[in-house]
């Protein structure tokens, strides 16, 4: 009874200690409405950013998506910004929320324009400018919501925990930065940067 019992709580103890995955989503209509978005605009048609912010903050959730070989290339964490600002946000670790406001340190939704290289104070020095293209995002600028790196975010998945909050910007770990600039210094277009829940 005693080794039943002990071959029973060692199965709970490794089940519950086994590594959460997240569960593929299908990205093939948004990655569709990227592609034809890139073409009737003249952005960059080899791949995009897609950040999508309704996966868990400690999971990576950053795409760089290849409209060649149509798979995601490479991915990683990405912040999300507090939104605390105007009203409580007691999820805010957890969950995004989204506001277009100046001074509400929100993420904010919607596709965007990647605009120039430019000195950062922040992680390796760089960041890149993000011009909003809607509604919702049409005050990046204002705001100085951009691109950029932060020593205090992981280079890989640390769920069950949480990546820093920013101020709205998406911010990522400096190494994939690196590759991030690596792909952007090289494009002669525009590239895209959509961020979804």
């Not at 999300?80 to 409580?88: L, V, W």
């Not at 100046?102 to 992680?123: A, E, L, Q, V």
């Not at 069950?160 to 690596?182: H, I, N, Q, Y």
């Amino acid at each position: 009874m005693k080794n039943i019992l002990f071959v029973l709580c060692l199965s709970f103890i490794c089940c519950n200690n086994a590594k959460v995955e997240t569960p593929i989503k299908d990205y093939k209509a948004t990655n569709k409405e990227a592609l034809e978005y890139c073409k009737k605009n003249e952005f960059n048609e080899d791949y995009y950013f897609l950040l999508d912010l309704s996966i868990h903050p400690g999971k990576n959730r950053f795409f760089i998506y290849d409209f060649k070989e149509n798979k995601i290339a490479d991915k990683n964490l990405v912040t999300h910004g507090s939104c605390d600002q105007f009203e409580e946000n007691p999820e805010k670790w957890e969950k995004a929320k989204f506001s277009n406001k100046t001074d509400s340190h929100c993420s904010m939704k919607g596709k965007y324009k990647i605009g120039k290289r430019d000195y950062s104070s922040w992680g390796i020095n760089v960041k890149y400018w993000l011009h909003g293209l809607e509604k919702s995002n049409e005050n990046a600028v204002k705001r100085v919501v951009v691109l950029h790196s932060w020593n205090a975010v992981s280079n890989e998945e640390i769920y069950p925990k949480v990546s820093p909050l920013s101020w709205g910007c998406p911010a990522v770990s400096d190494e994939f930065m690196r590759k991030l600039d690596a792909k952007l210094k090289q494009t002669k277009k525009p590239v895209l940067l959509w961020i979804i829940e």
